[in-house]
């Protein structure tokens, strides 16, 4: 499982949860907006935390952060978040007219672009996988 989780794309994994969950037939409003806030957030986090690792490097370059405490740090981190999080928070403006524009919210449960099959086979190799690691963990552990 863990190995499938470390090569496997978070969008991907969050696209694989919505698939069974349409499959199950249930239309809940809520779930389906989980699903979404789930998808943004792995959308726009990786993008945030990359601009905060340039704003330190930057400061660290320019021989700004040299030293400093960490009530320091913190006073840089209040000083630069709010800037950072407005940017965020444009960017998903912007996403969300565009879901707008295209209809979220006139269907539930959304469609899946790529829906992923989930069958009850799929069930059975999971077991046997999960049987097979167990078997060898508990092998190895004699």
């Known amino acids: 499982m863990t190995f499938f989780i470390e090569t ?20 809940w409003k809520w779930v389906d907006d989980f699903f979404l ?13 990359s601009n905060w ?29 709010p800037g950072m ?12 007219m565009a879901m707008i524009l295209r209809g979220y919210g006139k269907q539930i449960p959304r469609g899946v672009t790529y829906p992923i099959s989930f ?4 069930i059975l190799q999971m077991t046997i996988v999960a049987s097979f690691f167990l078997g060898i963990h508990s092998f190895a552990t004699i």
């Open 8 to 27: 496997t794309p978070s969008q991907n994994i969050v696209v694989l949860a919505r698939s069974v969950w349409v499959k199950m037939g249930k239309s």
């Open 119 to 122: 069958k009850i086979n799929h």
């Open 85 to 96: 999080l407005i940017h965020q928070l444009r960017r998903a403006d912007d996403v969300a």
């Open 37 to 49: 806030f789930l998808g943004m957030t792995l959308r726009f986090y990786p993008t945030f935390q």
């Open 53 to 81: 690792q340039s704003i330190r490097n930057s400061r660290k370059a320019l021989g700004l952060e040299n030293d400093l405490s960490q009530w320091a740090q913190v006073k840089i981190a209040a000083k630069e978040m």
